[in-house]
């Protein structure tokens, strides 16, 4: 046998060049197989078939023939006489089949280079794409740990990037640095989805609000545009939008720039009410409640004298954050008030004390028609109210009103202007109040 120096195949003794390759079989020198055996020689001795060669004449070279190492070249044409070519006849055997010539040789290894070529570009090919699909499954959150992204550290991170080193080793080489990059991005593309995932699951939780619609606002600047084109000093309002979540000692009033000042409380009966749900007995609660439903002056001093009296409900309004409202007198003294004694109150006080009846579920008794005394309500619009009317031409309008879908608590309060005015004025307020809670 004859072992190829280029692919190592093994080769039968007589063959000239590898059949697995095509390159020149090479073979030691001294050796009498160095060459593979030719036409006219027998079984492993040199013997000489050629006459010509037998009598001192010169033989040409015969293909494969060559030195060691050496390319094989074609036979090359020699004359001969008649005599040889008669002998050459009779006595060789017919010519062998041509041996691989050498351009064939190179073309074969020329296209197996160029296979190799396109299988590198194809592994490489595989590689990259595998290693950005990890990327971009990573990324997403397809495959990964998250309690391991969240806890990582330089260990585990190596961990990671030794693992896609592992995957990618068989594709590609010399791409651990991207890897280690790709590992890096991937893990902090995590982390922040997983932040931001964590942070609209506290935003939910905290507002407990995801699917309600917003809370219309009402704003002081809307409220004073209509207030100060009657007065600027004998003219207040104030209005809240009450939702589930209204708190009426701490909620932000809209205000004009009267609405904490004090003015008399004529119609005020709120106080009352609900110092006798926090602090009184069945006969305050009842007497609060018919005064409230009738606009009773009677029932209303009676709740007020089972509470203790009217210091009792001052008492009550100062801790509850009703600075404005004080009570001197009891209700429908006309005799008390002409001599100085007042109930008095605020836009600002009156209006969070309505968003507080409400709360309790108390808005519905407050029933009083103030459409028939002038004031226009807006189509749709549901007015739970009380008027009332004092000293110094007072005319003051408590209402808390629902329209689409929202609710509000509206005090409007007046001086020196009559009825008229103060019925006007609670108009547009009221138009002004219904646009808002239809946004």
């Keep these: 046998m004859v072992y190829c120096t280029e692919c190592g ?22 050796s009498v197989s160095a060459a593979p055996p030719m036409p006219g020689f027998e079984g492993d001795g040199p013997t000489l078939m ?8 010169p033989t040409a070279n015969m293909p494969g023939s060559t030195a060691q190492g050496g390319i094989p070249m074609p036979a090359a044409a020699v004359p001969s006489t008649s005599s040889t070519t008669s002998n050459t ?62 806890t990582a550290q330089a260990s585990s991170a190596e961990t990671v ?3 896609e080193q592992g995957d990618d080793s068989a594709d590609s080489k010399g791409s651990s640095s991207k890897n280690k990059k790709k590992a890096n991005s991937g893990k902090d593309a995590s982390e922040d989805s997983e932040g931001a995932d ?17 809370v219309p606002v009402i704003t002081s600047s809307q409220l004073s545009g209509i207030a100060d084109s009657y007065s600027s000093s004998d003219v207040a309002v104030a209005a809240l939008v009450i939702d589930d979540d209204t708190d009426a000692a701490d909620a932000t009033v809209a205000a004009t ?32 409640s018919v005064m409230m439903s009738d606009m009773d002056n009677n029932a209303g001093n009676a709740a007020a004298a089972a509470l203790g009296g009217w210091s009792s409900v001052n008492s009550w309004a100062s801790s509850n954050g009703y600075g404005n409202t004080t009570f001197n007198r009891d209700y429908g003294d006309v005799a008390a008030s002409n001599a100085g ?19 309790k579920g108390a808005s519905d008794l407050m029933n009083v028609d103030i459409a028939s005394e002038g004031v226009v309500i807006p189509s749709g619009m549901t007015v739970h109210a009380h008027r009332g009317q004092g000293i110094q031409n007072t005319w003051n309008y408590f209402a ?40």
Aim: contains cysteine; glycine residues 8%.
């Design 198 to 214: 964590e942070s609209k699951s506290d935003t939910r939780k905290e507002t407990g609000k995801e699917s309600e619609p917003a």
């Design 341 to 359: 004694y007042e109930n008095y109150s605020s836009a600002k006080d009156a209006t969070r004390m309505l968003a507080a009846v409400d709360a």
């Design 50 to 57: 050629n006459p010509d060669a037998a009598n001192g004449q």
């Design 89 to 150: 006849s009779t006595n060789a055997p017919a010519n062998p089949a041509a041996a691989p010539s050498v351009g064939a040789g190179i073309a074969s290894n020329a296209n197996k280079g160029s296979n190799a070529l396109i299988a590198v570009l194809l592994v490489s090919i595989c590689a990259v794409a595998l290693a950005i699909g990890l990327f971009i499954t990573h990324a997403m959150g397809v495959w990964g740990s998250s309690d391991q992204t969240q």
């Design 257 to 288: 720039t009267q609405a904490g000042t004090q003015f008399v409380a004529a119609g005020l009966y709120l106080p009352v009410y609900l110092a006798a749900q926090s602090n009184g007995d069945d006969n305050a609660k009842s007497q609060a």
């Design 9 to 30: 195949f093994a080769n039968n003794e007589h063959d000239a060049f590898c059949s697995q390759c095509g390159s020149p079989l090479e073979r030691p020198s001294g």
């Design 161 to 163: 990037e030794n693992g």
């Design 400 to 439: 808390v009103v629902e329209a689409h879908g929202h609710k509000a608590a509206v005090s409007v309060v007046t001086q020196n202007q009559g009825q008229a005015v103060a019925a006007e004025l609670m108009s547009k307020v009221l138009a002004s109040v219904d646009s808002t809670l239809d946004q």
